[in-house]
Structures are given as C-alpha cells and as structure tokens.
C-alpha cells in the first residue's frame, strides 16, 4: 500500500509543477462584422488560433534552447485580438493584435499567412530583449529566423540567392 500512496503522491506533485508552468491562451474577433473578422472567423477561427499559439510556444522554446520552465520568460497568459487596425500585427505585454484588415485584403493562403505572424508575434512574447536595450533590427531579425525556421515564410521574401 505504501508504495501506492508514494506512487499517487508522485503523480501529484508532477501534476501541480506542470500546471504551474501551462500558458493560458484566449482568442477575441474584436473585427466581426468586417470582412477581415469575418474571414478570420470563417477560414481561421478560434480552435486554430489556439492551437496555433500552443505549437508556436513549443516551437520557439526548442529553437531557443528553452527546455526547462527556468530558462524561459515567466509567461502566464497570451491573449490574441483580431482587430480593425492599419498594419499587420504587433506585440505588447503578452497580447498580440492581429489587422483584420490585412486578413481581409490578403490574397492567397490566409491561415499560412496568419499562422507566419503568429509564430513572428509568439517570438517578441517569449524572447529576451535585454530590458528594451537589443537593438530593433536585432530582435525583428531573431523573430524573423524563426519565422523562416518555421516554414511559414511570406511569398514575399526574397529566396536563397546565388552566392555571390
């Protein structure tokens, strides 16, 4: 009986210690009502999103070298807004704001393209900026690496060239 408790106890505290280091996510469509809302909500939605978010955290702690909970930014909750804004997409204190007017007016493979500003978004949460001081072209250069590392790279961007 003894080793079964110990066993129950075990499970317990890996349990709680896994718990204590899960990323809550949330997805809102602030944008409903306009074509790019309606777009995210009809080719994209929220289920997507999520797992989207999951997949890029993993993603990103294993480029990073993050493998335990202590290397990493202590990150409790990301929440991702669809919103009518002019750009594409930025990051700021844990919440990323995606244009609904880009997705709207995007042509070609929407959720690619989505889910390659999500990865770049995810970046800025999770990477470590020395307290503002890294220089932009530096940090956008690193969430960019991973973008590409990725595979959801923009039609867009120049491919390898020749060498010279």
Do not use: C
């Amino acid at each position: 009986m003894s080793a079964q408790m110990l066993f129950l106890a075990t499970l317990i505290v890996l349990s709680s210690s896994l718990q204590s280091h899960a990323v809550e996510y949330t997805v809102t469509n602030n944008a409903g009502n306009t074509t790019g809302g309606a777009r995210f909500s009809s080719e994209i939605g929220i289920p997507y999103s999520r797992r989207t978010l999951t997949a890029a955290t993993s993603f990103i702690w294993r480029v990073f070298h993050q493998n335990a909970p202590g290397d990493r930014k202590s990150v409790q909750k990301v929440s991702l807004f669809i919103e009518t804004m002019d750009g594409v997409a930025y990051e700021s204190n844990n919440e990323i704001h995606v244009s609904a007017t880009y997705l709207g007016g995007f042509s070609g493979d929407v959720k690619g393209e989505f889910t390659g500003v999500l990865y770049h978004e995810m970046t800025h949460v999770w990477q470590w900026n020395g307290d503002g001081e890294a220089p932009g072209g530096l940090i956008e250069g690193i969430t960019d690496f991973v973008r590409l590392r990725s595979g959801y790279v923009p039609g867009h961007w120049v491919g390898p060239g020749p060498g010279r």
